[in-house]
């Protein structure tokens, strides 16, 4: 599986930002797709998920700000980012997860970042 995102930049606080994932590959082992972030202080942190089913969970300081979403067609998933805050600051990663049954272990996939930058 290859990710490749986009959709990083400069906006002001209070701005939106939508960032993109395609997804290439073996795309049908993937179970779930995430947007993690990472600065320099912090590990890489989950921020939101979409599983193969559907559902979606937040990490609690992006809950109503933020979306997840995907484009099966377009084997795409989107995270669209509203009233960003200077705390989103971040560079964001692209996360695809495979479920090894046979073992229950997991395989991930990471995209390249993505930087978002948030001015106050």
């Known amino acids: 599986v ?8 400069l906006v002001q606080g209070g701005g939106s930002l939508r960032l993109s994932c395609v997804a290439s590959g073996n795309i049908f082992s993937i179970d779930a797709v995430g947007w993690y972030r990472q600065t320099p ?3 890489r942190d989950l921020v939101a998920q979409i599983t193969r089913g559907g559902s979606t969970t937040y990490e609690d300081a992006v ?3 933020f979306t997840i979403s995907r484009d099966n067609a377009k084997n795409t998933v989107y995270l ?5 805050k200077p705390e989103d600051t971040a560079v964001y990663y692209c996360n695809a997860r495979t479920v090894v049954l046979t073992t229950l272990s997991d395989i991930n996939y990471w995209g390249q970042g993505t930087l978002v930058t948030v001015s106050s």
């Open 41 to 43: 202080e912090k590990q």
């Open 2 to 9: 290859q990710l490749q995102a986009s959709g990083g930049g």
């Open 80 to 84: 669209q980012m509203n009233s960003l």
């Open 63 to 65: 809950k109503g700000r």
